[in-house]
Every structure is written in C-alpha cells, then in structure tokens.
C-alpha cells in the first residue's frame, strides 16, 4: 500500500513560483511518478513524470521549460517546481506513482492541492 500526501499549493501571481511537494510511505521502490493537473471544469491530465533513479523525465508540452520534476528517493518526496506561472496553470494538483507507462497514472494518489494564477 503506498499513501501520498501533497503540499505547496496555494495562491500566486502570474510570472511567479511554487514549488509542490509530495510525501510518499509504502511500497514505492521502482515505480515512476507523477504529478497530474485538473483544471477547473477539465479532466484530469499528465503535467509530468520522473523515473525512479530521476534520468528519465517527460513534461507536457506547455510546461516544458517552466516546471521541473525531481524525487529525493532517501525522503521519499517528489517535488514539482513551477516557474512562471500563468493563469492557465490553475489546477488542484495531484502526485500519483505505480507502475504503468510513464505517462500514465498508476494506481496511487494523492489528496491533492490546489494551484491558483492570478493575472
């Protein structure tokens, strides 16, 4: 069983910075993770993953360049750090691990926490 407990949301104006964090306990060892995004009145979708030794990464495509994704393996914490920001960014934010593909969700997620861009 694998329990995820994210934190950093809050609220912030365009141009600025977050930084995301999620606490992972349990059985996480191999497994890639995640952060997903659902925007108001959206669904749900990929934002970006790392594989677990942290050289592999893959972001959607508006993100790249502005969010970064890293993992501390002896925390157990994945971090999502946001620069930038634009108001097309707000979200609640989810981290999510398991094995399936890259960008694809596993079975494991967070509460999440919610992201809000101002302009």
């Known amino acids: 069983q694998v329990q995820l407990v994210e934190s950093g949301g809050g609220l912030v104006q365009a141009g600025g910075s977050l930084r995301l964090s999620c606490a992972a306990s349990?059985?996480?060892?191999?497994?890639?993770a995640r952060w997903f995004r659902q925007p108001p009145g959206k669904e749900r979708e990929f934002v970006a993953a790392i594989s677990w030794s942290g050289d592999s990464t893959l972001y959607k495509d508006s993100v790249k360049g502005r969010f970064t994704i890293s993992r501390d393996n002896a925390k157990n914490t994945i971090y999502l750090q946001m620069n930038s920001l634009k108001p097309e960014d707000t979200a609640v934010y989810y981290c999510n691990t398991g094995p399936a593909l890259i960008h694809k969700a596993g079975p494991y997620w967070g509460q999440g926490t919610q992201v809000t861009v101002s302009s």
């Open positions: 349990g059985r996480t060892f191999g497994n890639f």
